[in-house]
């Protein structure tokens, strides 16, 4: 699941008329509750998972566009920074989708890091993703030297 979002769920941004405000919302924590590798991509998404006792890949904040980059204090930043963490995050996680959940957050948090190193944008979303376990509502984070 990817998109804008808050602590409350996935916006559905218009998209999807008859679902209301939210697309992903506690409506659907019964249905998520049975999974152990969804994937929760959107602004303050954690929490959504924290708070119901989810499990999956997950992001905080997660800067997609200028407008956060400058909310966040990257007034220097261009689009071309950011679409470069974008695209690389999106083949990133389709390359190894297929993968078990694990797998695919240790590689996401290489080759992702590697950008990180000289891309902001992406250091600061690197920064903000979490692998959590819902039986435990453990969030279980490896350091990355970038």
Known sequence: MLGHGSPYGLLSQGQFPDAGFYIIDESMVPA????????FIWCYAGQ?????????LCSMMFINEEA??????????DWDMI???NERFAWIISKYLNE?????YQ???HE????????????????RLNLTCAETNV?????VVL
């Open 83 to 85: 679409n470069q963490s």
């Open 68 to 77: 956060e980059a400058v909310y966040y204090g990257f007034d220097d930043i």
């Open 48 to 56: 959504f998972v924290q708070r119901h006792g989810l499990a999956g």
């Open 32 to 39: 998520l509750k049975n999974k152990t590798s969804s994937i």
């Open 100 to 104: 078990p959940i694990e797998v695919l």
């Open 112 to 127: 992702y890091g590697l950008l990180a190193r000289n891309n902001p944008i992406a250091r600061f979303n690197l920064e």
């Open 139 to 143: 969030v279980f984070k490896k350091l």
């Open 107 to 109: 590689k996401l948090l």
